[in-house]
């Protein structure tokens, strides 16, 4: 037996083992064709093929309405940050953003330097432990677009409801973490992009979902490989894509839609979730919840009482084949993420150590 661990990193993360092994079958010889994905031309109708399927089971998968294009792109959603205002923001405009952690920080510093952004709400001073409300928000009616991060990855606060941009200010959002983990109603985004190595991938690719109407306002001046609309043309194939990537993220897909699509993956999603919140909520106070409301169904944030014991408490899980749970450097503490892929039996596994761990050092 090949060993698998309890995979609870934070991205590049844990991926579905009938995925792997259907790549490893797949591997020398790719439908026929003689050769591994890796090695096929991305003009190939094989290869096209697998695009189309990819973009069928995403438009299946999370209700895509058809005036949406689905782009596999390149530079992360990091090059998302950039590209946005680029793109999506004229010049002289402003565009606002939601701050509630790391990730929307990021974007929105990294829209200031193109341009003029407004934080429509900014939640650092509370070390990001909380949305803000929807009449927190102080909105700009005349703003290019709304961005809001739909899971904030390293802080462990999530939006299981959308902020309501004005009418007509189009709402965009890195979904990069919580991607197809639930149903949402794509309807009310002008745009979703996601890194797909949290739950959707291996690194190397960024899946795009962008409305019609917002492609006709991309400026002509842009380079090619930072315009949306160039790229939408010719179905993400402008020039070599990630092959193997996006081929991956076919598989997930297929797998998504195999186990009960976005129902059936949200149900497990909160199980995983419920079992280690209530572990921490039955602790006295043992283990303490980094979020104070709005807890991220995706990355449970926690602390224990000092530095010493969460080292300790990382390395004894690393023992019993649980790894990635230390938490990211600026927040300290553990992370547990519990991504689409993460089996319930994992949660459990965590769940059963959390309790002896307390009873041993509490
Ligand atoms: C990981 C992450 C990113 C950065 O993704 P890259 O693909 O590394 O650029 C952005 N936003 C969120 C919410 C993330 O979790």
Redesign the pocket.
Known sequence: MTKRIHNFN??PAVLPLEVLQQAQAEILDYKGTGMSVMEISHRSKEFEAMVTDAQADLHDLLGIPANYKILFLQ?????QFAMLPMNFRPAGASADYIVIGT?SK??FKESQKLGIAKAAANLEAENFNRLPTQSELKLDPQAAYLHF?S????HGVEYFTEPIPPAGVPLIC????DFISRPIDVSKYAMIYA?A??NAGP?GV?VCIIRDDLLEKVPANLPNLLDYKALAEENSLLNTPPCWSIYIVGLVLKWAKGIGGLEGISKRNQTKAGLVYKAIDESGGFYKGHAKSDRSVMNVTFRLPNEQLEDQFAGEAKKRDMIGLKGHRSVGGMRASLYNALPVEAAQELVKFMKEFQQKNG
Request: glycine letters at 16%; charged letters at 15%; zero cysteines.
């Open positions: 934070p991205g530079g992360g959603a990091s090059l990730w990021k974007a991060t899971n904030e990855t390293i890195d979904a990069s973490s890194g190595q949290k690194a960024v």
